[in-house]
């Protein structure tokens, strides 16, 4: 790993390496029910940077994140993306892909030298925006979604996320979160 790289991380340096966590907690719909899911997960965080975009610099982590339902093999959920910081802006952006056909563009205004923040997208923003293959926009629309972030003390992370989802047949809002305490590796 550069220095440079990691000189220019900002709130996001501590996050470079590999993390993982058996204490996760999906609460989600499968079959029309809500389900309480515990999971175990993989982060990687690859640092990366300069990223120019005219003037804009950005130093970034590349990231991929794998999660298993305890004691099975096969991964029930997968992402990869981009967390990135702009300096001169004071955003943390998280750019990622979910193997269903939904992409997100999450951002926020964070301190240099945070140790907690909040990422948020919002179906329809132009900047941190949310979009999703035809079939998920008619089932299970996603209006918003939000990530809060602690990096601890005691080399780990945790973070909490919300994904709200629109279920016309249910004409109701449900919301999909996440939760986990990750240990650096």
């Given at each position: 790993?550069?220095?440079?790289?990691?000189?220019?991380l900002g709130?996001?340096?501590?996050?470079?390496?590999v993390?993982?966590?058996?204490?996760?907690v999906?609460?989600?719909?499968?079959?029309?029910?809500?389900?309480?899911?515990?999971?175990?997960?993989?982060?990687?965080?690859?640092?990366?940077?300069?990223?120019?975009?005219g003037?804009?610099?950005?130093?970034?982590?590349?990231?991929?994140?794998?999660?298993?339902?305890?004691?099975?093999?096969d991964p029930f959920h997968?992402?990869?993306?981009?967390w990135?910081?702009?300096k001169?802006?004071?955003?943390?952006l998280?750019?990622?892909?979910?193997?269903?056909?939904?992409?997100?563009?999450?951002?926020g205004?964070?301190?240099?030298?945070?140790k907690?923040?909040?990422?948020?997208?919002?179906l329809?923003?132009?900047?941190?925006?949310?979009?999703?293959?035809?079939?998920?926009d008619?089932s299970?629309?996603?209006?918003?979604?939000?990530?809060?972030?602690?990096?601890?003390?005691?080399?780990?992370?945790?973070y909490?996320?919300?994904?709200q989802l629109?279920?016309?047949?249910?004409?109701?809002?449900?919301d999909?979160?996440?939760?986990?305490v990750?240990k650096?590796?």
């Amino acid at each position: 790993m550069s220095d440079e790289i990691i000189n220019n991380l900002g709130p996001l340096a501590p996050l470079a390496g590999v993390w993982e966590s058996d204490k996760g907690v999906d609460v989600s719909r499968i079959h029309g029910k809500e389900t309480t899911t515990k999971f175990r997960e993989k982060i990687v965080f690859e640092p990366l940077g300069p990223v120019n975009n005219g003037p804009q610099a950005l130093y970034g982590l590349r990231y991929s994140t794998l999660c298993w339902r305890l004691n099975e093999v096969d991964p029930f959920h997968e992402e990869l993306g981009y967390w990135l910081w702009d300096k001169d802006r004071n955003q943390v952006l998280r750019s990622f892909t979910i193997p269903r056909g939904v992409v997100v563009n999450a951002g926020g205004y964070v301190e240099e030298d945070s140790k907690s923040f909040r990422l948020e997208a919002e179906l329809g923003s132009e900047t941190y925006g949310i979009l999703s293959n035809r079939y998920l926009d008619d089932s299970y629309k996603t209006k918003r979604y939000y990530l809060e972030i602690t990096i601890n003390d005691d080399n780990s992370f945790s973070y909490k996320e919300n994904t709200q989802l629109w279920i016309p047949i249910d004409q109701a809002i449900f919301d999909h979160t996440d939760q986990n305490v990750l240990k650096k590796v």
